[in-house]
């Protein structure tokens, strides 16, 4: 029972346009939300987050939208740069502490291209 | 500030052995995560580690088994290695209540 997913395993993006991932969850308790990055032989990194009281949260280039009502929640990087290539993981927790138990999507490669 | 350190970063084992992997928290960080990452997917829940005491458990088999030390450093033991067992071993520190995982590099086991 994958109770997050990225049903995107993969997507390509011109510098300086902008990337959408797209991120659906199933379990109504999750109510914190993160998106991690990650390079090749590397631990994730973590990126941004929304707790579930919020349905926006912007950091620098990147913008993450909850829609608690469809279970959905996307990152938006504007503008892309090929540095910003790389495995992107959505994930989610219940009970409001990220310190808690994480339940990660299976992630979408970003290639964005010069 | 050193982040979150793993030892050793490869390793090669054969079916049913054993093996203990290690890791050290960030600065500050009292909470020890470990998950289990196969390729081409996310990371997979394994347990969770707060003042020397297993608080979380996902599903895996009594085969995985962890402890944590009085300076919050963390092992994760796996009995009876099986081939499906390779994958990447993440340790993530936190600190208790919100805030978000910092992760190490991983230990790639693989088992032959």
């Known amino acids: 029972d994958q109770q997050v997913k990225q049903n995107s395993p993969s997507l390509s993006v011109q510098e300086g346009r902008i990337s959408i991932l797209n991120c659906d969850y199933t379990?109504?308790?999750?109510?914190?939300f993160l998106w991690y990055k990650k390079y090749p032989a590397e631990g994730p990194t973590f990126l941004i987050s929304i707790s579930s009281i919020k349905d926006k949260n912007e950091d620098g280039r990147f913008t993450v939208f909850l829609n608690k009502s469809a279970k959905h929640l996307s990152l938006h990087i504007v503008p892309s740069q090929p540095g910003d290539s790389a495995v992107y993981f959505c994930?989610?927790?219940?009970?409001?502490?990220?310190?808690?138990?994480?339940?990660f999507g299976g992630g979408t490669r970003v290639l964005v291209k010069p | 500030d050193a982040g979150v350190t793993q030892s050793p970063t490869h390793l090669i084992k054969t079916r049913g052995q054993q093996v203990t992997l290690r890791c050290s928290p960030k600065?500050?960080?009292?909470?020890v995560s470990w998950y289990q990452q196969a390729l081409g997917q996310g990371p997979q829940f394994i347990f969770q580690y707060y003042e020397e005491e297993e608080r979380q458990r996902g599903n895996f088999p009594d085969r995985f088994s962890g402890h944590q030390f009085p300076n919050y450093s963390s092992e994760l033991n796996v009995n009876a290695l099986l081939l499906g067992d390779s994958a990447l071993y993440l340790c993530?520190?936190?600190?208790?209540?919100?805030?978000?995982?910092?992760f190490g590099e991983g230990s790639r086991l693989t088992v032959l």
């Open positions: 994930a989610a927790s219940a009970f409001g502490a990220a310190g808690n138990k994480l339940t």
């Open positions: 600065s500050g960080h009292d909470t």
């Open positions: 993530a520190s936190s600190r208790a209540g919100p805030g978000e995982l910092f």
């Open positions: 379990n109504s308790m999750f109510d914190y």
